[in-house]
């Protein structure tokens, strides 16, 4: 792609993408409900704690149902979470669970029912409707969905994710080489989403974060080159890059999976379509820079020469700003 349709893609995309810090900060609330006797069950209620501050949220369960002890609540890495048992007199059954505190552009919250016939149900609520009505369990194809939607919404709420991505494609010179790269990328992040779902690795959260940093700050300085007209083995075969840091964030997309504590007889199924949720979300975004750039060459749009070197430092400046932040929280 031209320069020009490429600096003009970077400040409509990264402007609206600066303002903010952080990333993932649209990971779900999650609710396990563990049927523990005909009528009792055991509650764990997950928030994250990507902001320093516990989101306003409460689980509001049936009139009928009733606790059985006192909450125990502890603070994790990256959530809130809080345990209790409870009794509901015929079970939970044809009743509705609600989420008090969601708003509108908020969290979704999952759901995760597992009875004792070994039976589990997944449920997702959102701030439009705060409230699951428990009818049975879910249809093969209703998981399925679930778990794509939960894909989706997972790559296009990572800036960390998304603005690597966008970096690779200010590098990218040609049709033939955007798809090598693509495919290397969704190949990586594909192998490492699977080892850490399976539960075969995973790096702590604090060191993968400044990982996913750095892999974004690396691409700033080769994005200035591609504007001086220099090359580098990243500018050469940006696809060796594309896979070496996409094996990093592919355990950065399993963090939508793994919290869930998904039964080893679906992890098939939820791997599968959450991977391709993410690949919808990964295409859509790439597919959204490329018709920006048709539209820029057709309406040919020439920014002032200087502009071009811009994209690269604002890439650079945010990997920057977050490989600090991160590094101070690693060693902290």
Known sequence: MKPAALLA????????????ARAHDNQPAYLLLRQTGPETYDAM???????GVRPPLEVVLPDACTPNGPRASGILADSYVDRWSF?????????????????????????????LDGATRTLRIKPAEPWADILGPPT??????????LGIEHILGGLDHLLFV????FIVRNRSMLFKTVTSFTIAHSIT???????????????LNALIALSILFLGPEIIRVGRGETSLTIRHPWIVAFAFGLIHGFGFASGLIDLGIPRAEIPLALVTFNVGVEIGQLGF????LALGLSFRVLRFQPRSWLRFLPGYIVGSLGAAWTIGRLVVLIG
Request: glycine share 10%; net charge positive.
């Open 9 to 20: 893609i970077a400040l409509a995309l990264l402007a609206a993408f600066a303002p903010a």
């Open 45 to 51: 209620w997950k928030l994250p704690a990507t902001t």
């Open 87 to 115: 009794r509901c007199p015929g079970g939970l059954e044809g009743r509705r669970i609600q989420i008090e505190g969601l708003k509108p552009g908020g969290l979704d919250v999952l759901v995760r029912i597992e009875t």
């Open 140 to 149: 093969w194809f209703q998981a399925a969905q679930s778990y794509l939607v």
């Open 166 to 169: 966008l970096g690779l494609l």
């Open 193 to 207: 989403l699977a080892i850490a779902t399976l539960g075969y690795a995973y790096p702590p959260v604090a060191t």
């Open 286 to 289: 790439i597919a959204l820079f």
